[in-house]
């Protein structure tokens, strides 16, 4: 199956993108952690400052395999800054539906977001993978990508809403 | 100590780069910083910032052995979960070890989360080194938690001819 298209997203294609975001959380085995609504992602993704860009995998209606669904993988990105070397990419989401893998539609998503990084001047992509995700980690290694976390000793911390209050809140 | 906290000018881009570049010795890794003073005011005070500072500043009678009056600083910029939607990304946070221990860190801290907060944002990530100890406990201190530890996720990078290459879809 050769025939895919890979374009910008488009405000109609949030509810596809909201889907492709729980699938791929259930798949993290994070389902339930996906509080994002289509009003988000449209608010968020198609305003006057996007906080996030999307590009969209789409198969014309002779291929589809799933009935209905037309909009078969996705990656959500966005620029993030480096005090020491400038402009990045952020990839935050990568999908593709199990229906649809090992016809080289990731590789071409991925290519794609390359390509964007460099020509904004991007030095680097970034992301997150867990790592109890072997296979996704051996497709991203294959690509090139290291783990800075391994090599250099980074740790991603976060602090959720609650304590962002209490810490917003102090004199 | 009297101190302000306030958002970074273009005119503190030199400030700001000084204090990058005493982080990144800090850090062990001086030789990485490529941004210059120039960068930096392009990047973060044109019409669409790639990132966003905050100052922390001294009256005139405490400034530093050399002179300084700003002696601390933040850069965070806007990402996105798509989990939970709007994040703040807190890409830096530094103060000239001779203003430490004066709440000065918390209180930009403390700045980044209610910029944070008032632009929808319900998170906010960062990274640490694992050796930096003084910093993990202050973080941990302040409600944050561990994600790298916690869900076993990795920051990865892929960048120069890594990234190239991707994008010429090459293998």
């Known amino acids: ?171 | 100590m009297d101190f302000t906290i306030r958002a970074a000018t273009l005119e503190d881009c030199k400030d700001i780069s000084r204090m990058i570049l005493e982080l990144a010795e800090y850090e062990k890794v001086l030789d990485q910083v490529k941004i210059t003073q120039r960068d930096l005011e392009q990047d973060g005070f044109s019409k669409n910032p790639f990132f966003h500072g905050i100052i922390a500043e001294v009256p005139e009678h405490h400034k530093s052995g050399e002179g300084h009056t700003k002696v601390g600083y933040s850069l965070y910029f806007y990402s996105y979960s798509s989990f939970k939607g709007r994040a703040v990304y807190m890409e830096d946070l530094y103060v000239m070890p001779e203003f430490r221990g004066k709440g000065i860190g918390k209180a930009l801290m403390s700045k980044v989360s209610q910029l944070g907060l008032a632009a929808g944002c319900t998170q906010m990530n960062f990274t640490v080194l694992d050796w930096n100890k003084s910093s993990l406990d202050f973080y941990l201190k302040q409600g944050c938690w561990d994600v790298t530890s916690d869900l076993g996720y990795h920051c990865m990078r892929c960048e120069g001819d890594a990234l190239e290459q991707l994008a010429q879809g090459d293998l």
């Not at chain 1, 996705?74 to 020491?84: G, H, Q």
Request: proline letters at 3%; one cysteine or more.
């Open chain 1, 1 to 171: 199956m050769a025939n895919f298209i890979l374009r910008k997203a488009e405000p109609q294609d949030v509810p596809d993108i909201l889907r492709l975001i729980k699938e791929l959380a259930k798949y993290e085995d994070m389902e339930d952690q996906v509080k994002l609504t289509e009003k988000d992602l449209l608010e968020d993704g198609f305003g006057n400052h996007p906080f996030y860009h999307c590009v969209v995998a789409d198969v014309p209606a002779e291929h589809q395999k799933v009935e209905g669904y037309s909009v078969i993988g996705f990656a959500m990105y966005y620029f993030t800054y480096d005090p020491w070397i400038g402009k990045l990419l952020y990839l935050e989401d990568f999908y593709v539906m199990t229906e649809y893998r090992g016809f080289g539609i990731g590789s071409e998503i991925l290519k794609t977001l390359s390509d964007t990084a460099v020509k904004n001047r991007c030095s680097s992509m970034h992301f997150i993978v867990a790592e109890s995700n072997k296979a996704s980690i051996d497709f991203y290694k294959r690509r090139g990508a290291s783990d800075l976390s391994l090599q250099e000793g980074w740790r991603l911390f976060r602090i959720d809403k609650e304590n962002l209050l209490k810490l917003s809140a102090e004199e």
